[in-house]
């Protein structure tokens, strides 16, 4: 009986395939979203999971003080003296357009668990002619090939050198080609000079004389650093899913409502409500396999489309390598089918609950429906009341952690505020409907016009609350984006001060700054210094901490130039004094070590030097946008001198009459750099601001997406109940409303709904905004920033919305137009 | 250079060496000792025509697949308990002489391995070293000089002065820093000749003929410096030196083997050992060697040896033996062998068992000696 049943229900969308085509749209929507940012995560979790295996061993490496070459006499050298160091060699190979890194290694002396295999033949054959060459699937890509014929090929590359024959190691990051030390000596015709000298981190306490030993910085794996990232996408996705759901569950109801005649005939005949309502979920399983098939393949084609911008923004944000191509493992399908699935029984829990308790006699009346529905906002503001306590809860627990932390409770509390909100949504319409109907009872057309929105209320408030939520999510994201962008774009000039930088190793740098000091044309040198250091202990006031800690320093010099524009969050004594401090041996942090470890300005942390551990002051706190790492600032020539820093970067500041041309020529002469060593300052600028774009990039489109869901949802519900509006309509002509007056109505009607529903979004929006600058992003990069609103963007989005809700107005409106009278007369009869 | 791309290389490395042997069909890669087994044709063969011949012996036979320079020790500290040491330096060829590479800076034909090992009581510690070389570069990272002679990796050294003649040695090697340091200084003089294996010092090691070249000097006398935990005492006592090179040490049905280097009391040194497989029908191979303390008289020669288990003990999760009985009927000799303590794996790249042992009368348990035993391929 069952099957007959369903037949009779399925029966319905043959005759409105506009519903079944909604109701797939929306299960599609939601499911295409949720499935690709998935997708996404879940290919970022698949690179760093291999990155983690490689992050088991990081390395300390040497360079010589002399600022020479390393050779294969070091590496013999210090060998011979008992150093457990390893010879490495890198390069870049140009294949076509790509560049590959090459590293050579000498796998006997890797600082890793390492083992001569017996007599393994990898082992060998990685060893001796002819070599291997080990890459990632990805990188084959690069080389022309196809997989199948990868494995031993040995391609051509540009200096027409072939490689030693291929061997996959999926293991390895993408665009990295890994050989024997021999094999890529020979590549790379370096002859006797080495890259670096590698040793276990840790392995060597002191630098053996003549050469300087940098600590391997320590790094959080790129997992941790890239939750928040991938949280947020979440967040993003959720957020589409559920108003995806929105669509459904407005579809579903449309069908239920105009088959409650052919349900309670069924019922009639005799079919058990238990019958009745497996019916409908069967038919609910059938759509919603149906709706994830298309969700997800659609998802997977999105994601494709996104991923490469998401790979670029994490390599440029945490220089985490994210493969460019999708890795699906099964949960992934598993998740999305359940996660629909589950959304669908969600969305259609109401239907399901009508149809069990379906009164066969009952007819359909408004007037009853609307006493209903008064108990239903009863319960919905009860609702909203428990949800806005429970984020005033959350409010309090954010307030008693220390700041930059709590990423989960933020969005709980962020998700509790959207909720509470969207439940108190509908009963304040509905107060501020009756308070209308209250000033308007002298005026029966504007009377009669908010009696019926009250009376489509119930069916419009879900897709009202969507849009509600949508809304107030696009204010709140865009105005993070747009502040973060101000914010960040200021800060750029802030820190650029010099006009010209060049970037090399270090030790073609240190020559270089008498070279350039030596100069006519060059006016400053202001040379950065990175390091690092064992931060030993901290002192704040709430007492002192000690630790062993790797912290990453950077030098920069103070000179004017640099002090004057330098921008600094907090200071002890305002800016000129905290520059003098930092001349005078104390130090600044930046705002993510200030955040992690509950600094400020006076406070000590104790460092060790090669004197011992020594405390320093700190004198300011500066911000750092975009590093995922806490880090000290000293002059630059503390940290060469004292922590056995490195050259980083020259800024230099030449005059009017130099010729940047001539200087780039002269160091490329002179040093061995090539010639766009030497950056101009508008082209870092240029470079920041890109990544910059990308990393937004995503949660632009996210966030587009998401209230084009909710348009959606909202254009969905007005068609649902088109037709019987214009049933109503109808009466009011007969009555002899006139017809342009009759168009103009449902306009208006929706118009104030939406303005109603947009005006509660904004400080909702405001609300949002702040929560993820002066939380979120806290919690998640170690960085507040200034909370900035956009009038001009708020009245740009709620203009969208409005427009978008007099579009969906408008269909019925254009119908009733073009209708003849004698038609809606009859469709008008009850 | 980023460090991601630093630890790119790690990882590579590591599966490259962990996982790679497994990649090619594991069947036909018998893994370890068992390996040595393997197939070498274009390699030289060991043989018992050519005599040996010194000094160029003590130095590397690159044209080998196999080779060793090993030395083990059974020292007691000033208050008088026990304490064995071990180090060794393993050659091993990657390629047949005709397909060596060009020796350019970082070309290699040649891989280095060396052991260091010192127990004692119930405490025993190991380190291991590697390095790459070209036969055709006189010097590297490790290697052996045959005048004077020296073997190195890295810092530790075994050598010679100039005009000593293979007789007096000193060796140093370290390993760890600060309290995890351990390691020995020492100084080593033969008190005897050394003691060529086998015809012409050819140690056939299967019924087949096949084996290696192999020498030794048992009569070491030690003096010297261990240090463990960061903590030196003065050591002295025995040592017995092997030099063994080959191209094909197993046979391929062969597993393993169970070593045995003996100091007796009396001044006479016997070597004796077993290969697990390939002897008669499928049989173990059994050899011995007999030495009188001037090291003059050969006492007895092989197939007069017997080697049996008497007790087992999981050590690193396998069944040692670590109590043997070895007999000589021919010089009417019943011996216990047992080890002072079975806590004596090397969990080197390689691993196997290698430790001091006692060696007692079977009858009397009256203790008549000390040595070495290695076992492998357990």
Redesign the interface.
Known sequence: MIWRVLATLLAHYRRHPGQLAMLLLGLWVASALWSSVQAVNATAKDSYARANALFSAEVDQLTRRDGQSLTRDDYLTLRRAGLPVSPMLEGTLEIGEERLTLIGIDPLTLPNDNALGGNGDALTAFLTPPWQTQLAPETIDVLGLSRRQAPGATPTVDNNQRLPPLTLRPELPPNTLVMDIAAAAALLDSDNTLSQLVTAPGALTQPPDGYRLSRAATLASPEQLTDSFHLNLTALALLSLVVGLFIVQAALGLAMEQRLTTLRTLRALGVPAFTLTMAILLELLVFGLVGSALGLASGIWLAGQLLPDVATTLSSLYQADVQRSLVLPWHYWVGSLVITLGGLLLAGSGVLWRAARLEILALGQSQAWRLGYQRQLKRMTQGGAVVAVIAVGLALWLSRLPSGQGVLVSFGFVAALLLGSALCLPPLINGVLRLLQRLLHRRPLAHWAVADIQLQLPRLSLAMMALLIALATNLGVSSMVGGFRLTFLDWLDQRLAAPLYINASPSTLTPMLDWLDAQPDVDETLPTARGSVDLLAEKNARGKETTRERIALFGITPAPTITNRWPLLDTQTGRSAAWSALSARSVFINEQMAVAKQLAPGDVVTLETPQGAMPFEIAAVYPDYGNPRQQILMPTDVLVQRFGGDIASIGLVVNESADRQALRQALADNFDVSPDALVDQQEIKRLATQIFERTFTITRALNGLTLGVAALALFATLLAQARERQRQLASLWALGVPRKTLTQLPLYQLGGLVLLTGVMAIPLGIAITWTLVAIINVAAFGWRLPLYLFPWDIFITLLTALGVALAAAALPSIQLWRSSPQAMLNKGVV | ??????????????????T??Q??SPEA?????A??G?NAAAFAEANAYTPLSFPQDHGPHPDYRIEWWYLTANLEDAQGEPLGLQWTLFR?A??PPD?R?DP??????Q?W?AHLGISQGETHVAAER???SHSQKA???AGVKAVPFQA?I??WILESPPDANFEDFTLSA?SG??ADRFGYELTLSAQGPLIWHGKNGFNAKTVDGQGSRYYSQPYLQITGRVTRNGEAREVSGKGWLDREWSSQLLAPEQTGWDWFSLHLTDGRKLMAYRLRGGGEEGGDYVFGHLLSADGQTELIGPDSVTLTPLETQVVAGRDIPTRWSLTLPDADMQLVVEARHPNRWMPT??PYWEGDVVVRQAETQESIGVGYLEMTGY
């Not at chain 2, 250079?1 to 962990?18: E, G, N, P, Q, V």
């Not at chain 2, 890669?29 to 000792?33: L, M, S």
């Not at chain 2, 350019?104 to 034909?109: E, G, N, R, S, Y």
């Open positions: 250079m980023s460090y991601y791309r630093l630890s790119a290389a790690l990882i590579a490395i590591s599966c490259l060496i962990l790679g042997c990649e090619t890669e018998p893994q370890g000792f390996g040595l393997e091993q990657l390629t397909e590479p350019t800076p970082w070309a290699t034909d891989v391995m590697f390095a790459r010097s590297g990272q190195w890295d810092d370290y820093e600060g790249s390689v």
